[in-house]
Protein backbone atom coordinates (compact mmCIF):
# COMPACT_ATOMS: atom_id res chain seq x y z
CA UNK A 1 0.00 0.00 0.00
CA UNK A 2 2.80 2.13 -1.27
CA UNK A 3 0.68 5.35 -1.81
CA UNK A 4 -1.61 4.99 1.22
CA UNK A 5 -0.60 4.61 4.71
CA UNK A 6 -3.69 3.14 6.17
CA UNK A 7 -6.91 1.25 4.69
CA UNK A 8 -8.50 4.69 5.92
CA UNK A 9 -6.88 6.45 3.64
CA UNK A 10 -7.27 4.43 0.67
CA UNK A 11 -10.96 3.98 1.28
CA UNK A 12 -11.31 7.74 1.54
CA UNK A 13 -9.60 8.47 -2.00
CA UNK A 14 -11.73 5.66 -3.96
CA UNK A 15 -14.94 7.16 -2.03
CA UNK A 16 -13.70 10.97 -3.57
CA UNK A 17 -13.07 9.19 -6.94
CA UNK A 18 -16.32 6.60 -7.46
CA UNK A 19 -19.86 7.03 -7.60
CA UNK A 20 -20.15 3.40 -6.59
CA UNK A 21 -19.95 1.81 -2.88
CA UNK A 22 -16.37 1.39 -1.21
CA UNK A 23 -16.37 -0.55 1.82
CA UNK A 24 -13.14 -1.33 3.60
CA UNK A 25 -13.84 -5.41 4.33
CA UNK A 26 -14.66 -5.40 7.79
CA UNK A 27 -16.71 -2.23 7.47
CA UNK A 28 -20.57 -2.38 8.59
CA UNK A 29 -22.80 -3.34 5.57
CA UNK A 30 -20.00 -4.68 3.48
CA UNK A 31 -21.03 -8.32 4.77
CA UNK A 32 -20.89 -10.23 1.91
CA UNK A 33 -19.87 -8.14 -0.70
CA UNK A 34 -16.52 -10.28 -1.60
CA UNK A 35 -18.75 -13.62 -1.06
CA UNK A 36 -19.61 -15.59 -4.31
CA UNK A 37 -20.75 -19.47 -5.52
CA UNK A 38 -17.40 -20.59 -5.29
CA UNK A 39 -17.09 -20.69 -0.69
CA UNK A 40 -13.72 -22.49 -0.82
CA UNK A 41 -11.44 -19.13 -1.40
CA UNK A 42 -11.71 -16.57 0.84
CA UNK A 43 -11.34 -13.17 -0.88
CA UNK A 44 -8.93 -10.99 1.84
CA UNK A 45 -8.48 -7.27 -0.23
CA UNK A 46 -8.00 -3.95 1.87
CA UNK A 47 -11.22 -2.50 0.05
CA UNK A 48 -14.40 -3.33 -2.05
CA UNK A 49 -14.93 -1.27 -4.70
CA UNK A 50 -18.69 -1.68 -6.30
CA UNK A 51 -18.26 -0.14 -9.83
CA UNK A 52 -21.88 1.51 -11.08
CA UNK A 53 -19.84 2.25 -14.35
CA UNK A 54 -16.74 2.31 -16.38
CA UNK A 55 -15.52 5.60 -15.24
CA UNK A 56 -15.69 4.10 -11.63
CA UNK A 57 -13.32 0.93 -12.65
CA UNK A 58 -11.06 3.65 -14.81
CA UNK A 59 -10.73 5.16 -11.03
CA UNK A 60 -10.69 2.31 -9.54
CA UNK A 61 -7.86 0.67 -12.11
CA UNK A 62 -5.64 4.35 -11.57
CA UNK A 63 -6.07 4.26 -7.64
CA UNK A 64 -4.47 0.58 -7.75
CA UNK A 65 -1.76 1.31 -10.52
CA UNK A 66 -0.59 4.49 -8.47
CA UNK A 67 -0.30 2.82 -5.45
CA UNK A 68 1.39 -0.68 -6.71
CA UNK A 69 -1.70 -2.34 -5.33
CA UNK A 70 -3.36 -5.89 -7.03
CA UNK A 71 -6.82 -5.10 -8.31
CA UNK A 72 -8.77 -8.26 -8.72
CA UNK A 73 -12.19 -8.48 -10.19
CA UNK A 74 -15.23 -10.42 -8.53
CA UNK A 75 -18.11 -10.83 -10.51
CA UNK A 76 -20.57 -14.04 -9.26
CA UNK A 77 -17.58 -16.21 -7.97
CA UNK A 78 -18.48 -19.62 -10.85
CA UNK A 79 -14.49 -19.32 -11.89
CA UNK A 80 -12.32 -18.26 -9.32
CA UNK A 81 -9.13 -19.51 -8.91
CA UNK A 82 -6.81 -17.55 -6.98
CA UNK A 83 -8.22 -14.87 -3.89
CA UNK A 84 -7.39 -11.66 -3.45
CA UNK A 85 -4.92 -11.05 -0.67
CA UNK A 86 -4.34 -6.99 -0.72
CA UNK A 87 -5.18 -4.46 -2.67
CA UNK A 88 -8.63 -3.25 -4.32
CA UNK A 89 -11.45 -6.12 -4.70
CA UNK A 90 -13.58 -4.49 -7.85
CA UNK A 91 -17.13 -6.09 -7.58
CA UNK A 92 -18.71 -5.57 -11.17
CA UNK A 93 -22.34 -7.17 -10.35
CA UNK A 94 -23.95 -3.62 -9.68
CA UNK A 95 -22.68 -2.56 -13.83
CA UNK A 96 -25.91 -5.27 -14.93
CA UNK A 97 -26.95 -3.49 -18.11
CA UNK A 98 -28.66 -5.04 -20.84
CA UNK A 99 -29.66 -3.62 -24.33
CA UNK A 100 -30.74 -5.57 -26.82
CA UNK A 101 -31.04 -4.53 -30.78
CA UNK A 102 -34.03 -6.75 -32.15
CA UNK A 103 -32.80 -4.74 -35.52
CA UNK A 104 -29.28 -5.98 -35.33
CA UNK A 105 -29.61 -9.05 -33.15
CA UNK A 106 -27.32 -8.03 -30.90
CA UNK A 107 -27.12 -7.54 -26.97
CA UNK A 108 -24.41 -4.52 -25.17
CA UNK A 109 -24.64 -6.52 -21.61
CA UNK A 110 -22.45 -4.59 -18.50
CA UNK A 111 -19.78 -6.51 -16.77
CA UNK A 112 -22.28 -7.56 -14.15
CA UNK A 113 -24.59 -9.03 -16.25
CA UNK A 114 -25.45 -12.95 -15.93
CA UNK A 115 -27.02 -15.22 -19.06
CA UNK A 116 -29.80 -15.87 -17.35
CA UNK A 117 -30.83 -11.90 -16.99
CA UNK A 118 -29.57 -11.70 -20.74
CA UNK A 119 -31.82 -14.88 -22.06
CA UNK A 120 -34.54 -13.27 -20.45
CA UNK A 121 -34.42 -9.78 -21.90
CA UNK A 122 -33.89 -11.69 -25.51
CA UNK A 123 -36.55 -13.78 -25.27
CA UNK A 124 -39.02 -10.78 -25.96
CA UNK A 125 -37.87 -10.89 -29.26
CA UNK A 126 -37.63 -14.49 -30.03
CA UNK A 127 -34.05 -14.65 -29.64
CA UNK A 128 -31.42 -16.14 -27.42
CA UNK A 129 -28.06 -15.70 -25.97
CA UNK A 130 -25.33 -17.93 -26.53
CA UNK A 131 -25.27 -19.01 -23.43
CA UNK A 132 -23.98 -21.75 -21.37
CA UNK A 133 -25.79 -24.91 -18.89
CA UNK A 134 -25.91 -22.49 -16.07
CA UNK A 135 -27.96 -18.92 -16.05
CA UNK A 136 -26.34 -17.73 -13.17
CA UNK A 137 -22.77 -17.38 -14.80
CA UNK A 138 -21.30 -13.82 -16.09
CA UNK A 139 -22.11 -13.77 -19.58
CA UNK A 140 -18.71 -11.66 -20.20
CA UNK A 141 -16.56 -14.24 -17.83
CA UNK A 142 -18.27 -17.23 -19.36
CA UNK A 143 -17.00 -15.59 -22.90
CA UNK A 144 -13.11 -15.39 -21.52
CA UNK A 145 -13.17 -19.39 -22.32
CA UNK A 146 -14.71 -19.62 -25.37
CA UNK A 147 -17.80 -20.44 -24.11
CA UNK A 148 -19.16 -23.08 -24.97
CA UNK A 149 -23.02 -23.15 -25.09
CA UNK A 150 -26.27 -24.55 -25.04
CA UNK A 151 -25.96 -25.07 -29.12
CA UNK A 152 -22.59 -24.98 -29.56
CA UNK A 153 -22.30 -27.42 -32.17
CA UNK A 154 -24.84 -25.76 -34.27
CA UNK A 155 -23.65 -22.54 -33.64
CA UNK A 156 -20.39 -22.39 -32.57
CA UNK A 157 -18.68 -20.54 -29.40
CA UNK A 158 -19.52 -17.88 -27.66
CA UNK A 159 -16.65 -15.95 -29.17
CA UNK A 160 -17.41 -16.17 -32.34
CA UNK A 161 -20.47 -13.60 -31.96
CA UNK A 162 -18.98 -11.42 -29.73
CA UNK A 163 -18.39 -7.75 -31.95
CA UNK A 164 -16.67 -5.87 -29.35
CA UNK A 165 -15.59 -5.33 -25.73
CA UNK A 166 -15.35 -2.19 -23.81
CA UNK A 167 -12.01 -2.54 -22.03
CA UNK A 168 -10.41 -0.43 -19.43
CA UNK A 169 -6.50 -1.10 -19.55
CA UNK A 170 -4.22 -1.27 -16.71
CA UNK A 171 -3.77 2.07 -16.45
CA UNK A 172 -7.02 3.00 -16.48
CA UNK A 173 -7.33 4.26 -19.95
CA UNK A 174 -11.03 3.28 -21.99
CA UNK A 175 -10.69 1.33 -25.42
CA UNK A 176 -13.15 -0.16 -27.52
CA UNK A 177 -11.77 -3.69 -28.36
CA UNK A 178 -13.06 -5.04 -31.90
CA UNK A 179 -11.64 -6.92 -34.81
CA UNK A 180 -10.52 -3.84 -36.58
CA UNK A 181 -9.17 -1.55 -34.00
CA UNK A 182 -7.08 -3.73 -31.81
CA UNK A 183 -6.90 -7.48 -33.44
CA UNK A 184 -4.25 -9.02 -30.87
CA UNK A 185 -6.45 -7.82 -27.99
CA UNK A 186 -9.38 -8.83 -29.50
CA UNK A 187 -8.06 -12.67 -30.18
CA UNK A 188 -6.31 -12.53 -26.66
CA UNK A 189 -9.79 -11.98 -25.14
CA UNK A 190 -11.89 -14.45 -26.85
CA UNK A 191 -9.92 -17.60 -25.43
CA UNK A 192 -7.20 -16.45 -22.91
CA UNK A 193 -8.74 -13.89 -21.43
CA UNK A 194 -7.88 -10.18 -20.02
CA UNK A 195 -4.36 -9.82 -18.17
CA UNK A 196 -4.17 -8.89 -14.44
CA UNK A 197 -5.40 -5.11 -14.03
CA UNK A 198 -7.54 -5.01 -17.21
CA UNK A 199 -11.14 -5.05 -17.05
CA UNK A 200 -13.72 -5.45 -19.24
CA UNK A 201 -16.97 -3.43 -18.95
CA UNK A 202 -19.18 -4.16 -21.60
CA UNK A 203 -19.55 -6.79 -24.39
CA UNK A 204 -22.02 -6.57 -27.53
CA UNK A 205 -22.33 -10.22 -28.60
CA UNK A 206 -24.80 -11.34 -31.54
CA UNK A 207 -27.79 -13.18 -30.54
CA UNK A 208 -29.39 -16.34 -31.95
CA UNK A 209 -32.97 -17.72 -33.17
CA UNK A 210 -34.56 -18.81 -30.00
CA UNK A 211 -36.04 -21.88 -31.59
CA UNK A 212 -36.36 -24.26 -32.86
CA UNK A 213 -34.99 -25.69 -29.75
CA UNK A 214 -35.64 -29.12 -27.84
CA UNK A 215 -34.29 -30.82 -24.99
CA UNK A 216 -33.57 -32.17 -21.64
CA UNK A 217 -32.33 -35.28 -20.62
CA UNK A 218 -32.15 -39.32 -20.56
CA UNK A 219 -30.93 -40.11 -16.99
CA UNK A 220 -29.98 -43.56 -16.01
CA UNK A 221 -29.40 -45.29 -12.03
CA UNK A 222 -25.88 -46.91 -12.78
CA UNK A 223 -25.69 -48.58 -9.80
CA UNK A 224 -24.10 -48.33 -5.64
CA UNK A 225 -21.22 -46.07 -5.56
CA UNK A 226 -18.79 -49.47 -4.09
CA UNK A 227 -19.98 -51.38 -6.45
CA UNK A 228 -18.85 -52.12 -10.44
CA UNK A 229 -21.17 -49.90 -11.88
CA UNK A 230 -23.38 -50.26 -15.39
CA UNK A 231 -20.91 -48.90 -18.10
CA UNK A 232 -23.82 -49.82 -20.78
CA UNK A 233 -25.27 -45.91 -20.86
CA UNK A 234 -22.05 -44.28 -21.09
CA UNK A 235 -20.91 -46.32 -23.79
CA UNK A 236 -23.96 -45.78 -25.54
CA UNK A 237 -23.13 -42.22 -24.93
CA UNK A 238 -19.88 -42.46 -27.19
CA UNK A 239 -21.68 -44.48 -30.28
CA UNK A 240 -24.81 -42.06 -29.96
CA UNK A 241 -22.02 -38.70 -30.66
CA UNK A 242 -19.77 -40.34 -33.29
CA UNK A 243 -22.03 -39.75 -35.78
CA UNK A 244 -24.58 -36.89 -34.90
CA UNK A 245 -25.94 -34.10 -37.08
CA UNK A 246 -24.50 -30.66 -35.60
CA UNK A 247 -28.00 -29.66 -34.77
CA UNK A 248 -27.01 -31.76 -31.26
CA UNK A 249 -25.00 -30.10 -29.07
CA UNK A 250 -25.28 -32.84 -25.59
CA UNK A 251 -22.78 -34.34 -22.55
CA UNK A 252 -23.02 -36.99 -20.43
CA UNK A 253 -22.66 -36.46 -16.29
CA UNK A 254 -22.10 -38.94 -13.66
CA UNK A 255 -22.52 -38.36 -10.44
CA UNK A 256 -21.24 -40.51 -7.70
CA UNK A 257 -23.14 -39.68 -4.81
CA UNK A 258 -22.90 -40.24 -1.01
CA UNK A 259 -24.62 -41.74 1.53
CA UNK A 260 -25.76 -38.82 3.09
CA UNK A 261 -29.08 -38.68 5.06
CA UNK A 262 -29.97 -35.10 3.34
CA UNK A 263 -30.47 -36.48 -0.34
CA UNK A 264 -33.10 -37.72 -1.52
CA UNK A 265 -33.61 -42.00 -1.21
CA UNK A 266 -33.00 -42.38 -4.60
CA UNK A 267 -29.79 -40.45 -4.68
CA UNK A 268 -28.47 -41.80 -1.33
CA UNK A 269 -25.16 -43.99 -2.17
CA UNK A 270 -25.49 -44.08 -5.94
CA UNK A 271 -23.89 -43.82 -9.07
CA UNK A 272 -26.02 -41.58 -11.84
CA UNK A 273 -25.63 -40.74 -15.45
CA UNK A 274 -27.56 -38.06 -17.16
CA UNK A 275 -27.13 -37.51 -20.97
CA UNK A 276 -28.43 -33.66 -21.37
CA UNK A 277 -29.19 -32.34 -24.83
CA UNK A 278 -30.37 -29.47 -26.69
CA UNK A 279 -31.12 -30.26 -30.35
CA UNK A 280 -31.82 -26.99 -32.86
CA UNK A 281 -35.21 -29.20 -34.37
CA UNK A 282 -38.11 -29.73 -33.46
CA UNK A 283 -40.24 -32.28 -31.36
CA UNK A 284 -40.21 -35.10 -34.30
CA UNK A 285 -36.57 -34.48 -35.94
CA UNK A 286 -35.43 -34.77 -31.75
CA UNK A 287 -37.54 -38.17 -31.38
CA UNK A 288 -35.53 -39.63 -34.67
CA UNK A 289 -32.37 -38.42 -33.90
CA UNK A 290 -32.57 -39.85 -30.46
CA UNK A 291 -34.23 -43.18 -31.17
CA UNK A 292 -30.80 -45.05 -31.07
CA UNK A 293 -29.52 -43.22 -27.84
CA UNK A 294 -33.25 -44.74 -26.61
CA UNK A 295 -33.17 -48.15 -27.53
CA UNK A 296 -29.72 -48.89 -26.81
CA UNK A 297 -30.26 -47.51 -22.90
CA UNK A 298 -33.32 -47.96 -20.50
CA UNK A 299 -33.46 -44.26 -18.74
CA UNK A 300 -35.07 -43.95 -15.36
CA UNK A 301 -36.17 -40.38 -16.85
CA UNK A 302 -36.53 -39.01 -19.87
CA UNK A 303 -37.33 -35.15 -19.62
CA UNK A 304 -36.66 -34.27 -23.93
CA UNK A 305 -39.08 -32.14 -25.30
CA UNK A 306 -39.96 -28.25 -26.80
CA UNK A 307 -37.75 -26.08 -25.06
CA UNK A 308 -37.73 -22.54 -24.32
CA UNK A 309 -34.10 -20.88 -24.20
CA UNK A 310 -35.39 -18.99 -20.29
CA UNK A 311 -35.76 -23.03 -19.15
CA UNK A 312 -32.68 -24.07 -20.26
CA UNK A 313 -31.52 -24.58 -16.80
CA UNK A 314 -33.52 -28.18 -16.89
CA UNK A 315 -31.30 -29.60 -19.28
CA UNK A 316 -27.94 -29.90 -16.99
CA UNK A 317 -29.88 -29.39 -13.79
CA UNK A 318 -26.76 -28.13 -11.83
CA UNK A 319 -27.34 -26.72 -8.28
CA UNK A 320 -27.59 -23.03 -7.73
CA UNK A 321 -26.93 -22.73 -4.01
CA UNK A 322 -22.83 -21.61 -3.68
CA UNK A 323 -20.75 -24.36 -2.40
CA UNK A 324 -16.53 -25.23 -2.24
CA UNK A 325 -15.70 -26.99 -4.92
CA UNK A 326 -12.37 -28.13 -7.29
CA UNK A 327 -12.36 -28.90 -10.76
CA UNK A 328 -9.64 -29.54 -13.88
CA UNK A 329 -10.77 -30.67 -17.16
CA UNK A 330 -9.44 -32.13 -20.40
CA UNK A 331 -9.58 -31.64 -24.44
CA UNK A 332 -9.65 -34.84 -25.90
CA UNK A 333 -9.00 -36.15 -29.58
CA UNK A 334 -11.31 -39.58 -28.51
CA UNK A 335 -13.66 -40.62 -25.56
CA UNK A 336 -11.59 -44.07 -24.43
CA UNK A 337 -14.04 -46.80 -23.45
CA UNK A 338 -11.39 -47.23 -20.74
CA UNK A 339 -12.13 -44.00 -19.06
CA UNK A 340 -15.71 -44.52 -19.42
CA UNK A 341 -14.95 -47.64 -17.49
CA UNK A 342 -13.20 -46.08 -15.18
CA UNK A 343 -15.97 -43.56 -14.69
CA UNK A 344 -18.56 -46.05 -14.07
CA UNK A 345 -15.98 -47.67 -11.62
CA UNK A 346 -15.08 -44.54 -9.89
CA UNK A 347 -15.15 -44.50 -5.72
CA UNK A 348 -14.13 -42.54 -3.50
CA UNK A 349 -15.01 -38.85 -2.33
CA UNK A 350 -18.26 -37.21 -3.94
CA UNK A 351 -16.94 -36.53 -7.62
CA UNK A 352 -19.28 -34.90 -10.61
CA UNK A 353 -17.65 -36.05 -13.88
CA UNK A 354 -19.17 -34.20 -16.92
CA UNK A 355 -18.37 -34.85 -20.96
CA UNK A 356 -19.08 -32.29 -23.38
CA UNK A 357 -19.69 -33.49 -26.86
CA UNK A 358 -17.75 -31.10 -29.26
CA UNK A 359 -17.03 -30.84 -33.00
CA UNK A 360 -19.69 -29.20 -35.53
CA UNK A 361 -19.55 -25.88 -35.44
CA UNK A 362 -17.60 -25.75 -32.74
CA UNK A 363 -14.71 -27.31 -34.81
CA UNK A 364 -14.98 -24.58 -37.69
CA UNK A 365 -11.94 -22.17 -38.09
CA UNK A 366 -13.11 -18.70 -36.59
CA UNK A 367 -13.83 -15.75 -38.83
CA UNK A 368 -11.14 -13.28 -37.05
CA UNK A 369 -9.02 -14.84 -35.37
CA UNK A 370 -9.22 -15.94 -31.30
CA UNK A 371 -7.28 -18.33 -28.80
CA UNK A 372 -10.27 -20.36 -28.18
CA UNK A 373 -8.20 -23.91 -26.65
CA UNK A 374 -10.74 -26.71 -27.99
CA UNK A 375 -11.62 -26.28 -31.92
CA UNK A 376 -9.77 -29.27 -32.71
CA UNK A 377 -10.93 -31.75 -30.03
CA UNK A 378 -14.04 -33.93 -30.13
CA UNK A 379 -14.63 -33.79 -25.97
CA UNK A 380 -14.25 -32.33 -22.84
CA UNK A 381 -14.18 -34.25 -19.63
CA UNK A 382 -14.09 -32.19 -16.57
CA UNK A 383 -14.12 -33.67 -13.34
CA UNK A 384 -15.60 -31.74 -10.18
CA UNK A 385 -15.73 -32.58 -6.56
CA UNK A 386 -16.99 -30.52 -3.43
CA UNK A 387 -15.02 -29.61 -0.75
CA UNK A 388 -15.30 -28.31 2.97
CA UNK A 389 -15.59 -24.79 2.60
CA UNK A 390 -13.24 -24.10 6.00
CA UNK A 391 -10.55 -26.71 5.04
CA UNK A 392 -10.18 -25.40 1.58
CA UNK A 393 -9.55 -22.00 2.78
CA UNK A 394 -7.79 -23.08 5.82
CA UNK A 395 -5.55 -25.81 3.91
CA UNK A 396 -6.29 -25.47 -0.02
CA UNK A 397 -3.48 -28.13 -0.77
CA UNK A 398 -5.00 -31.17 1.49
CA UNK A 399 -8.11 -30.35 0.29
CA UNK A 400 -7.88 -30.78 -3.08
CA UNK A 401 -5.70 -33.82 -2.77
CA UNK A 402 -8.12 -35.45 -0.42
CA UNK A 403 -10.82 -34.57 -2.83
CA UNK A 404 -8.82 -35.60 -5.78
CA UNK A 405 -11.50 -35.27 -8.82
CA UNK A 406 -7.98 -35.63 -11.66
CA UNK A 407 -8.47 -38.91 -10.74
CA UNK A 408 -11.57 -39.32 -13.10
CA UNK A 409 -9.58 -37.67 -15.57
CA UNK A 410 -6.46 -40.31 -15.48
CA UNK A 411 -8.15 -43.01 -18.10
CA UNK A 412 -8.45 -40.25 -20.64
CA UNK A 413 -5.13 -39.16 -19.86
CA UNK A 414 -4.04 -41.03 -23.43
CA UNK A 415 -6.38 -39.04 -26.26
CA UNK A 416 -5.79 -35.48 -24.41
CA UNK A 417 -4.80 -32.66 -26.43
CA UNK A 418 -4.86 -29.85 -24.16
CA UNK A 419 -7.14 -27.98 -21.30
CA UNK A 420 -9.98 -25.09 -21.34
CA UNK A 421 -9.29 -22.28 -18.88
CA UNK A 422 -13.10 -21.64 -18.53
CA UNK A 423 -13.72 -25.59 -16.75
CA UNK A 424 -10.97 -25.24 -14.00
CA UNK A 425 -11.91 -24.44 -10.57
CA UNK A 426 -11.68 -23.34 -7.23
CA UNK A 427 -8.38 -24.26 -5.05
CA UNK A 428 -5.80 -25.82 -7.63
CA UNK A 429 -4.14 -29.15 -6.76
CA UNK A 430 -0.14 -28.19 -5.74
C1 LIG B 1 -22.24 -24.54 -12.65
C2 LIG B 1 -21.34 -24.02 -13.75
C3 LIG B 1 -21.72 -24.20 -15.09
C4 LIG B 1 -20.90 -23.73 -16.13
N1 LIG B 1 -21.30 -23.93 -17.42
C5 LIG B 1 -20.51 -23.51 -18.44
C6 LIG B 1 -20.89 -23.72 -19.80
O1 LIG B 1 -21.93 -24.31 -20.09
N2 LIG B 1 -20.06 -23.28 -20.77
C7 LIG B 1 -18.89 -22.62 -20.48
O2 LIG B 1 -18.18 -22.22 -21.41
N3 LIG B 1 -18.51 -22.40 -19.20
C8 LIG B 1 -19.28 -22.83 -18.19
N4 LIG B 1 -18.89 -22.64 -16.89
C9 LIG B 1 -17.61 -21.98 -16.63
C10 LIG B 1 -17.77 -20.46 -16.45
O3 LIG B 1 -18.06 -19.88 -17.70
C11 LIG B 1 -16.45 -19.91 -15.86
O4 LIG B 1 -16.30 -20.42 -14.54
C12 LIG B 1 -16.40 -18.39 -15.85
O5 LIG B 1 -15.08 -18.01 -15.49
C13 LIG B 1 -17.37 -17.76 -14.89
O6 LIG B 1 -17.30 -16.37 -15.02
P1 LIG B 1 -17.95 -15.41 -13.88
O7 LIG B 1 -17.69 -14.00 -14.30
O8 LIG B 1 -19.34 -15.87 -13.64
O9 LIG B 1 -17.10 -15.81 -12.60
P2 LIG B 1 -15.99 -15.05 -11.73
O10 LIG B 1 -15.41 -16.12 -10.85
O11 LIG B 1 -16.54 -13.85 -11.06
O12 LIG B 1 -14.90 -14.61 -12.79
C14 LIG B 1 -14.10 -15.59 -13.42
C15 LIG B 1 -12.74 -14.97 -13.75
O13 LIG B 1 -12.91 -13.92 -14.71
C16 LIG B 1 -12.46 -12.67 -14.16
N5 LIG B 1 -13.45 -11.69 -14.58
C17 LIG B 1 -14.80 -11.75 -14.46
N6 LIG B 1 -15.36 -10.68 -15.02
C18 LIG B 1 -14.37 -9.92 -15.51
C19 LIG B 1 -14.31 -8.66 -16.20
N7 LIG B 1 -15.43 -7.99 -16.49
N8 LIG B 1 -13.10 -8.15 -16.55
C20 LIG B 1 -11.96 -8.83 -16.23
N9 LIG B 1 -11.94 -10.00 -15.59
C21 LIG B 1 -13.13 -10.53 -15.21
C22 LIG B 1 -12.42 -12.86 -12.64
O14 LIG B 1 -11.41 -12.06 -12.07
C23 LIG B 1 -12.06 -14.35 -12.52
O15 LIG B 1 -10.66 -14.53 -12.67
C24 LIG B 1 -19.67 -23.08 -15.83
C25 LIG B 1 -19.29 -22.90 -14.49
C26 LIG B 1 -20.11 -23.37 -13.46
C27 LIG B 1 -19.65 -23.18 -12.04
Known amino acids: MSAHTSTRSLVDELTARVSGTVLAPEAPGSAGEPAGFQLGLRHRPDVVVGALSADDVRAAVRVAAAGDLPLTVHHTGHGTRLPAAGGILLATARMDSIAIDPAARTARVGAGAVWGAVTTAADRF ?11 V ?6 FGGGLGLTGRADGWAVDHVRAFEVVDGEGDLHEVTADTDPGRFARLRGTGPLPGEVVTAMTIGLLPAGPLTGGALVHDLGPV ?3 GDAAPLHA ?11 VTSGLSVVTYPDWDVLPPHLRGRRVARIAMTVRAGSAETDRLLAPLRAATCAGEDTVGPLRPVDSSR ?27 AVAALGGPMTVIGIRHLGGALARPAAVPDTVSGRDAAYLVGALSPLDAERAITDPAAAVAEADPSRALRAFGPAATGANPGFGFGPRPV
Do not use: K
Open 126 to 136: DLMAPSGSFPG
Open 315 to 341: VYAEPDAPHAYTGENLLLGDLVPAGLD
Open 226 to 228: GEP
Open 237 to 247: FREWTADLPDA
Open 138 to 143: GAIGYT
